[in-house]
């Protein structure tokens, strides 16, 4: 016979902590408390198995689920003395749900479970307390009439509030016994009504139907879109929790909290909580009534802000409660290892816990715990950093908002870039480069955005578009340079005629300020003050823990000096993607570059090129300086040529004027060089191939920029990385046009560089080729965005509206932008890389897409065998976290 | 020792046929000739070996190869009693190039050489013809100056041009030996004056200055380009033959021909050919004289049409040796089983064979050969069918002139390739180039062509010059392409620097659009309508015995019932891809289309879907009809929904007439539906997962036109085809809506509905994930288009301009989108198989992207282990025969 109920209670339980898959987060834990010795009330857990029987055979029980429940039911009754449906001395019940993660949209609790018309008597009689008994009775009808029986609580709460009106008064306290025994009657009334039966009496009834409800809705549609977003797989089902009533309402010596071993917003290791005298557990968490302190150092402290209304502290109205309760929280904090999160009730001065998990709790705090208990001895360095939740950490590399400033919020989109920011308002790159230029700080606002803007969104503080969600062009962009952006935010309407943004009304002009956060997605008028990370510290203790655990290597893409000096702040160990085109964006060498664009011959070209030649030679000097001693990987122009090309009339008379060539000749060039998908059309590689003296001019700059920086004592280690290959022979091609460079500038300068060339491997054909690659490659960067745009067959321009679609229906688990389709894309990577070393074994892997930055995707490089990975400066912190909880083998444990 | 030099000569050769990759085509079959004691003048071959460490060293020869040089000199002296560089009795040789397959832009010739001043002398006294020995100097000159020394040959037309007017002469055989001797020394001081030195007087060193020239000339850019457009590699080198004199041209008793042991043009078993009376083998080529032809049944047929002027035959005019020469050529196509072209000298009164290799043919002249060899035993039906090349089968399944149609013949001309062809006049190559590449069909009309106009030849679509015959350049190179083509149309003047034609007093203009056929040697005025070829005949036994070889299935990609009509004429076995949204462009419908498009919500767009369905239902009924008893494998949607939206206002406005919505919501849908990459938008499957009702009334057109004909008796096989699909769950999700939509139309119908769901497989992702993928797919369809697309990241649309560079740099070997990425692409193919079998063994394989047409990727796909291809009806012909011959292990023997 299989075991599907699991007993606990009285010092004693079937389970324990290490049993969260079969029992759920709560079950487990509640057995583990008992095992302890703690005071819980007695019950039993139905397991998550019973659940996946029931979704799987139409609401039907396995057998012998039944016996067991009642032999769990008998258990308790003998363990309390009382019986469950006897008039005299009821057994009253909670039934709870409680799978491995919190779940919101499933039924939650259904609380006096057992009450009926005989029962409530026996309440009254025991507890002497009839107004109590039958309160108790109509919460347990309404509760259960709505979660259980489908009626819903407003039919319930328009009673009450009739008779209210009738009887004269405001307050639910004012009403005594003889009120609530007339709204039970007029609340079973209305069951009967809606249902056409009667609220059923028999307490076996009643607690198969509030069970078959917590299975149910399991299934329902709230909980499958909340998993499907959460990436909970549907076999995982929810236990039950089923429980012996203990009431913290039952008079003044009764009471319910909810506490925090430690502080969850500082972490500090001080007991933090609060609690209601007289109340059931439902008042805390609905915020009626305003809870009271837990300590006297907060009651104190309380006082001072004039939080919690001075009411007195549990340490002070109930002393040896709270000396009870402080001896659970050090058990408890000693017995997990981490900080615990626990609700407890007092039932007539006795302490009974209902729940202890995991505590949620902010950034900072997550920092100064895990350093404390190391320090304490609690735990080691290893565990410290395995617990760290890496997506959490973008909270505090960020600008914040001053937690304490005033705010008004006038907008609202998508958080799509961390980070709060405040500026002027610009609406086109030109003004934004113009007031940037003359020292003011600006947010660009924009519909949406397009690589034209580059140059604007560069020099903003922050990004806001109206159109395009997390992975729009504005949204990775801003990412990849740390810039806060919020994206799509729909409200807002732009008249870019007029210069206004409309925000529900409030009209903003071109130049008024606003404030944006990207980690809320709210937009707020007039400047509001921002507070800087903090780096050192407890941060900087964990992170250097995290640093000697790693294997895996951590470089940033980084385009601009002001980028790698970010990038060394946050711990990059080199840079793996220096975009040259960004460069070629500024205002004093677009000219030249589209110049070089419509040059009728090569001879023009190189002219043009000649120009750019001092600027982008001083690019990379900066950037050799900033990064002595670590390598730079420098990508040699990717885009197609035309996103360097204006779209309007005037700006093509000016690009005409400035090349000395007629705007026939500009518009006939523009309109041969348009592409039906770019993405896959003349860029990368390409552009060396077709045009060698292009790579030529960035492969000059590098090597005489190396050669300068060398001169003054640095150490130069450029990587000159082709993109786009796909064949072995380009790669030749170029790598000879590179090596043939370098040769020169040695020769002419008499100083030895020391380079590599490579490759990214973006295109599944390099991918699957990278064995013949490898033979010319001295290192693989895997570009995973275009590598998954391609395997994928999907653009990240165009895919957002339809990948939303895919996740809500669950085709897709993630948006694969964000974090890598391992068993698609991800066997690519597998392939390159075993083919790859096969051929060099010394062969230097990275990878420098979006994923770098990912948490999941990281693991998933560091299992492939990779040797760093390359993401925003940002998110150079977050990657040295998850790289070295690869290497510790397994997943945070921050429960969600 | 290496062996680099292989003698031939005397009946005794040290090589023979099978060494054409080391001798080279013409050195190997001249040894082959001369072991079977065919009278060959004798010489030696200096092997392709040679020519590849000739290119690695830097024009440097291997050890040893002078000695065997010399060694084999001194058996051609014994043998013919002459010596290299006497005076007296001098012998004098040939150099000719000669690779595994000829190819223009290669030094080709350089006779006569071992003249000097002495040995001119001794020619004249042997051959008792100082004229001829005088001649055949200066012709020596001028061939050696032209190709080995770089003094263009106009240098020397000038000079005799100029002495033939100082002398009031017109033709060079008013020339007398005196004359010759004068332009001997004119020559000489030209070369002096060019080269600053002497033209070489030393035997020895004429004979390695021509043997440099050759190898030479395998690296010069020319040849480099003709191997990358036929994909012949350069470690492949060339072979150099040195081979004893035979003169044709020592007088009246001399002669030189070319013939074919059957009609290359029409594969009738008749001795075919042209020679002409005391002239050298450049002559007949040259087209600058007409040449005689060889039997008397083609006399009588010349005297009939006036071509050949009347001359008399060889086998009237030298019976003897035109019975020797009959003798070969029974000889040689018994030994080699195959058509043979011939070329021959007579030298007074004996017979040299000079070269013998496999004939080239047109394709109505391949498959009578092939199938009247099998008749008279000399192959076996698979060497009959390994044998015809699949490329050139394209000419005859292309129409002909409507035999009806009113044509005016304006000129005649020889039939020398055959096809119909109609475009504008172009007098040169780089024109017909330009108006090609306008779109622009071309005519190219030429006196005579050269190796310089491939390129135009090329491009156009047939050829017409006014001399030479039908083993001129232009013939010759036509028939290789399968290009139409008249040579030898004297009637025409053409006035080059006019860019006008003249036909017998008809004057043409450059652009003027005429028609010629190359079946019958007409040139006609203007446009004439063509018809369908004949499919019966040689043509339909050898197809027969192919259809018997091949195990490999060829579908036809048809969207209509005019279609899939042709594709049963043609030979196809099912339909591999029914593209449903060109049903959606028709006038009737697109309005219909484009409602749904802009439709505000699901209803409207259901009210849209509603008035296609019948539409669709008809479409899909009619193929049914024709297809009774094959597969119809039908793709759903594909194209993103903005192709079928309209650009320009007016028209945008009239789509919001007919939708009743107002136009900003035609511009705005429009707006949102514009893509970036829309190869990797919203299309294929994402539609169907996005807008379910549009693939319901899709499946639903489908199942119910289904029910309809098979009521009707007939069988429908549909097999319904997802496209793009990359994850399992898609697949999954639409397998379901068309499984319940054919449930819905049986039960409704109550007919038994005989259909299967597969997916396309064009997305490198759903060829990893191939496996999980036949979970659900019944069948798999590889789009090689797309997955090249997707696999190299290039998009079909944009690509062309670069892919042209890449071509001409070696980058690509051939356009992937012709013939299949093997590497790359064809990895991702047997991936899918590999895995799509292991989980499905009975897994119905096909192709059905362009490449399903192309012979090279049939024999991939065979090997892959596919069920069938699928390509265009016209190409199924082709299609069939390239897996019958795939079946037999090996490509066709044609030779280039």
């Not at 006038?410 to 934004?432: E, M, T």
């Not at 290959?725 to 380009?730: A, D, P, T, W």
Request: charged share 25%.
């Amino acid at each position: 016979m299989n075991k599907w109920v699991y007993a606990f209670g009285d010092g004693r339980a079937d389970g324990g902590a290490s049993m969260g898959g079969l029992l759920g987060g709560k079950g487990a834990n509640l057995a583990e408390m008992s095992g302890l010795g703690i005071p819980v009330p007695p019950g039993f857990t139905i397991t998550t198995e019973v659940c996946t029987h029931f979704s799987r055979h139409d609401g039907a029980y396995p057998g012998g689920l039944e016996d067991q429940v009642e032999q769990a039911i008998e258990a308790m009754e003998k363990s309390l003395g009382a019986r469950f449906g006897e008039a005299e001395n009821p057994l009253m019940l909670s039934v709870r749900s409680g799978g491995r993660a919190s779940m919101p949209g499933m039924m939650d609790t259904v609380l006096n479970l057992g009450l009926n018309d005989e029962t409530v008597k026996g309440l009254a009689a025991r507890s002497g307390d009839e107004r109590f008994a039958y309160d108790s009775y109509r919460r347990f009808i309404q509760m259960y009439g709505d979660v259980v029986l489908g009626v819903d609580h407003h039919h319930f709460e328009e009673l009450l509030e009739l008779y209210k009106e009738e009887k004269g008064v405001t307050l639910d306290t004012e009403l005594g016994a003889g009120d609530w025994k007339v709204l039970v009657g007029e609340y079973g009334a209305k069951v009967q009504e809606r249902l056409g039966r009667p609220f059923p009496q028999d307490p076996k009834e009643q607690l198969w139907g509030a069970i078959a409800a917590v299975f149910g809705s399991w299934m329902n549609q709230r909980a499958i879109t909340y998993r499907k977003l959460h990436n909970i797989p549907a076999e995982w089902g929810t236990a039950v929790n089923v429980q012996a009533m203990v009431f913290g309402n039952m008079g003044d010596d009764c009471a319910t909290g909810v506490c925090f071993t430690r502080n969850p917003s500082t972490g500090e290791n001080a007991f933090y909580g609060e609690f209601l005298i007289n109340a059931q557990g439902e008042d805390v968490v609905a915020g009626i009534r305003t809870p009271q302190p837990l300590t006297i150092a907060e009651e104190t402290y309380a006082e001072k802000t004039g939080a919690h209304g001075g009411l007195p502290s549990l340490e002070k109205s109930m002393p040896d409660m709270y000396a009870d309760l402080c001896g659970v929280r050090t058990l408890l904090e000693k017995h997990y290892k981490d900080m615990q999160d626990m609700e407890f009730t007092v039932q007539q001065g006795k302490l009974w816990m209902l729940q202890t998990r995991t505590g949620k709790r902010t950034a900072q705090a997550a920092f100064k715990i895990a350093v404390d208990m190391v320090s304490e001895g609690l735990i080691d360095k290893a565990e410290a950093v395995r617990r760290m939740d890496p997506r959490q950490m973008d909270q505090i590399l960020h600008p914040t908002l001053d937690p304490k400033a005033e705010r008004n919020i006038i907008a609202r989109g998508l958080p799509a870039s961390p980070g709060a920011a405040s500026g002027c308002i610009v609406f086109n790159s030109v003004d934004a480069e113009t007031r940037s230029a003359a020292g003011e700080k600006v947010i660009l606002v924009r519909a949406e955005t397009s690589p034209e803007d580059i140059g604007g969104m560069y020099v903003a503080q922050g990004i806001l578009t109206t159109r395009g969600g997390m992975t729009s062009h504005a949204a990775v962009v801003a990412r990849g340079m740390g810039t806060p952006c919020v994206s799509g935010a729909g409200e807002l309407r732009i008249d870019y005629a007029e210069r206004t943004v409309n925000a529900l009304g409030t009209v903003l002009k071109e130049g008024d300020v606003i404030t944006i956060d990207g980690a809320t997605g709210h937009v707020m008028e007039g400047r509001v003050p921002t507070i800087q990370p903090e780096l050192t510290g407890d941060f900087g203790t964990l992170m250097e823990w995290v640093d000697g655990i790693r294997g895996l290597g951590v470089y940033a893409n980084a385009d601009t000096p002001g980028d790698a000096e970010t990038a060394i702040r946050f711990g990059a160990e080199g840079i793996g993607l220096c975009r040259t085109e960004h460069m070629f964006f500024k205002p004093d060498r677009i000219v030249h570059m589209r110049r070089m664009i419509v040059a009728a011959d090569e001879t023009e070209r190189r002219a043009a090129l000649d120009t750019l030649l001092p600027f982008q030679r001083q690019d990379f000097a900066d950037i050799f300086t900033i990064m002595d001693g670590l390598p730079v990987t420098i990508r040699l122009l990717d885009p197609p040529l035309h996103e360097f090309l204006p779209q309007a009339d005037g700006e093509m008379a000016q690009v005409a004027d400035a090349a000395g060539v007629p705007l026939s000749q500009v518009k006939a060039r523009a309109a041969q060089l348009k592409e039906t998908n770019p993405m896959l059309g003349h860029r990368g590689c390409r552009l060396g191939v077709t045009y060698p003296e292009m790579y030529e001019m960035q492969a000059r700059a590098i090597f005489e920029a190396a050669a300068d920086v060398t001169g003054q004592g640095k150490t130069v280690l450029p990587e000159v990385m082709i993109p786009l290959v796909g064949l072995k022979k380009e790669l030749d091609e170029l790598k000879d046009l590179v090596d043939r460079v370098a040769a020169e500038v040695r020769e002419a300068t008499g100083v030895k560089l020391h380079y590599q060339v490579g490759t990214m491997i973006e295109l599944p054909r390099a991918a699957l080729r990278a064995g013949d690659i490898a033979r010319s490659a001295e290192f693989f960067s895997f570009g995973t965005n275009d590598l998954t745009q391609m395997a994928m067959g999907l653009s990240r321009d165009d895919a957002g509206p339809f990948i939303d679609i895919y996740r809500e229906k669950g085709v897709l688990d993630a948006d694969p932008f964000v974090t890598l389709d391992q068993e698609g894309v991800g066997e690519l990577v597998r392939i390159a890389v075993q083919r790859g070393r096969a051929v060099r074994p010394d062969l230097k892997l990275g990878i420098c897409g979006e994923h770098g930055g990912d948490p999941d995707s990281i693991h998933f490089f560091h299992q492939a065998g990779l040797d760093y990975v390359s993401c925003s400066p940002y998110r150079v912190p977050i990657a040295r976290l998850a790289a070295a909880q690869a290497e510790l083998g397994e997943q945070a444990k921050v429960d969600g």
